[in-house]
T-cell receptor, first 113, second 114 residues
Framework: DVKVTQSSRYLVKRTGEKVFLECVQD?????MFWYRQDPGLGLRLIYF???????EKGDIPEGYSVSREKKERFSLILESASTNQTSMYLC????????????FGPGTRLTVL | GQQLNQSPQSMFIQEGEDVSMNCTSS?????WLWYKQDPGEGPVLLIA?????ELTSNGRLTAQFGITRKDSFLNISASIPSDVGIYFC??????????????FGAGTQVVVTP
C-alpha cells in the first residue's frame, strides 16, 4: 500500500517565523512535489525534485525553498512566513519512467498569523 | 501551470443517481488520473489511465481515456452519501511537461442528498 506522510496536519505560525514542512514517502519514488491549494485557485506547484539533492522551481516558488537530502524525504521551507502563505500544503510522489501517477499525502493546513 | 477544463463545476444529485464529469485539454496526454478529495484531506487516487481508449472500473467508478488523447470522463453509478467530495482530473502531457509534472482540473464538487 502506497504511503505518503506529512509531519503535521495542522500548523499555526507567526509572521516572520521560519517554517519547515516535512514529507516522507515509502515507495522508493524518484519524483516528489510540493503544492499549495487555495479555494478558487486549485492546486499550484511550488517545487519538485526528481532526484536526491535535485530541485526544480514550479509555478509559484517565491517565498519558498526545498531540501531533498534523502530519497524518501522532501522538505518545504518558508524562510520568513507571511500571512499570504496561509494555505493547505500537499506533498506528492511518483515513480519515474513513464507512469507519472502521483500519490498525495494528507496535507498540512498552515495558518500564519 | 495550465489548468485542464473540468466540468461541471458542481453537481447536486440524489442518492442512487449516476454522476458523470469530464476533462478536456488542448494538448494530448499520456496519462489521465482521477482523484477524490474529502474536506481537509489530501487527494486520493481513484483511477489511472495510460492508453488511449482505455476504459477502467473501480467498483462503482468507471473512467475512460479519450481516443483523441485530449479528454477523459469519470462516471459514478448509483451514488451513495459517501461519494460526497471534490473530484479532480489530472493529466501528463509529453509535449509540455517533463519530470512527471501534472496539469490539474479545477475540480467537480459532488453533493449527494438522501
Amino acid at each position: 500500500d502506497v504511503k505518503v506522510t506529512q509531519s503535521s496536519r495542522y500548523l499555526v505560525k507567526r509572521t516572520g517565523e521560519k517554517v519547515f514542512l516535512e514529507c516522507v514517502q515509502d515507495m522508493d519514488h524518484e519524483n516528489m512535489f510540493w503544492y499549495r491549494q487555495d479555494p478558487g485557485l486549485g492546486l499550484r506547484l511550488i517545487y519538485f525534485s526528481y532526484d536526491v539533492k535535485m530541485k526544480e522551481k514550479g509555478d509559484i516558488p517565491e517565498g519558498y525553498s526545498v531540501s531533498r537530502e534523502k530519497k524518501e524525504r522532501f522538505s518545504l521551507i518558508l524562510e520568513s512566513a507571511s500571512t499570504n502563505q496561509t494555505s493547505m500544503y500537499l506533498c506528492a510522489s511518483s515513480a519515474s519512467g513513464g507512469a507519472y501517477t502521483q500519490y498525495f499525502g494528507p496535507g498540512t493546513r498552515l495558518t500564519v498569523l | 501551470g495550465q489548468q485542464l477544463n473540468q466540468s461541471p463545476q458542481s453537481m447536486f444529485i440524489q442518492e442512487g443517481e449516476d454522476v458523470s464529469m469530464n476533462c478536456t485539454s488542448s494538448s494530448i496526454f499520456n496519462t489521465w488520473l482521477w482523484y477524490k478529495q474529502d474536506p481537509g484531506e489530501g487527494p486520493v487516487l481513484l483511477i489511472a489511465l495510460y492508453k488511449a481508449g482505455e476504459l477502467t472500473s473501480n467498483g462503482r467508478l468507471t473512467a475512460q481515456f479519450g481516443i483523441t488523447r485530449k479528454d477523459s470522463f469519470l462516471n459514478i453509478s448509483a451514488s451513495i452519501p459517501s461519494d460526497v467530495g471534490i473530484y479532480f482530473c489530472a493529466g501528463q502531457s509529453p509535449t509540455t511537461d517533463s519530470w512527471g509534472k501534472l496539469q490539474f482540473g479545477a475540480g467537480t464538487q459532488v453533493v449527494v442528498t438522501p
